[in-house]
């Protein structure tokens, strides 16, 4: 069965600009999380959707927000970007929530922001 | 706070060798934890998931102990090849009613040479 998928792989944005990152779960799985990884500081989690509602997020700015969709695909934004956005947003799907199951990872998705 | 350490931070290992990665934790309260594989541009992979009551979990020459009283955890890589050259990341998930809060560590680098 196809794994997870994420688009776009690879993004340019410009400071002060907000982007959107789609990530599709494996089929059947309603947990959706994100992270956030640098050189500098690994990686970081943002948040968990679980049958559309966010159950839990990480420390980051309300400039990261993010949704599922009825069909548990999910969407993160992030908004008036800053230089130090730039990373590896990488998203994971499991069948209930991840703490508790297998979690796939996708292969991610490269924003640089300048 | 929680956090996750682990050690050492690279390894340079010779084809055909063990090794062993370590993962010190201070979370609670705790749920599982979990080591990830990660080879360089690609999303993580699952290795093993062990919750409280494990201490030996295997996935072919990958061995990971959990001693919950020390709050230590280790993986054995037997046999390594060069497929093994890798980032190997222990994350640690708390559980706070019905979410689970992951803290990742920072990852070991791992080189294998012919």
């Known amino acids: 069965k196809a794994g997870v998928t994420q688009t776009p792989r690879y993004l340019i944005k410009t400071r002060g600009q907000q982007v959107t990152l789609s990530c599709s779960p494996i089929?059947?799985?309603?947990?959706v999380s994100w992270y956030q990884q640098t050189p500098g500081q690994g990686l970081q989690f943002l948040f968990e959707?679980?049958?559309?509602?966010?159950?839990n997020k990480g420390n980051f700015p309300g400039r990261f927000s993010g949704r599922q969709f009825s069909n548990s695909r999910s969407e993160m934004n992030v908004s008036t970007l800053e230089l130090g956005d730039s990373a590896l947003y990488l998203c994971?799907?499991?069948?209930?929530?991840?703490?508790?199951?297998?979690?796939?990872f996708g292969q991610g998705t490269r924003l640089t922001v300048v | 706070k929680n956090q996750v350490e682990q050690s050492p931070q690279s390894l340079i290992i010779l084809e055909g060798k063990n090794c062993t990665l370590q993962?010190?934790?201070?979370?609670?309260?705790?749920?599982?934890l979990r080591w990830y594989k990660q080879d360089t541009g690609r999303g993580p992979v699952s290795l093993t998931i062990?919750?409280?009551?494990?201490n030996t979990k295997s996935n072919g020459r990958y061995t990971a102990t959990l001693d919950a009283d020390t709050k230590q955890s280790s993986l054995h890589i037997t046999a390594s090849q060069l497929s093994d050259s890798a980032s190997y990341i222990c994350?640690?998930?708390?559980?706070?009613?019905?979410?689970?809060?992951?803290?990742f560590g920072r990852g070991t680098s791992l080189i294998v040479h012919p």
């Open positions: 089929s059947g799985h309603r947990s």
């Open positions: 994350v640690v998930s708390a559980r706070r009613g019905g979410s689970y809060i992951p803290t």
């Open positions: 062990m919750t409280f009551s494990e």
């Open positions: 993962c010190n934790y201070t979370v609670s309260p705790f749920s599982n």
């Open positions: 994971a799907s499991s069948l209930r929530l991840e703490g508790d199951t297998e979690a796939f």
């Open positions: 959707y679980f049958s559309e509602t966010q159950r």
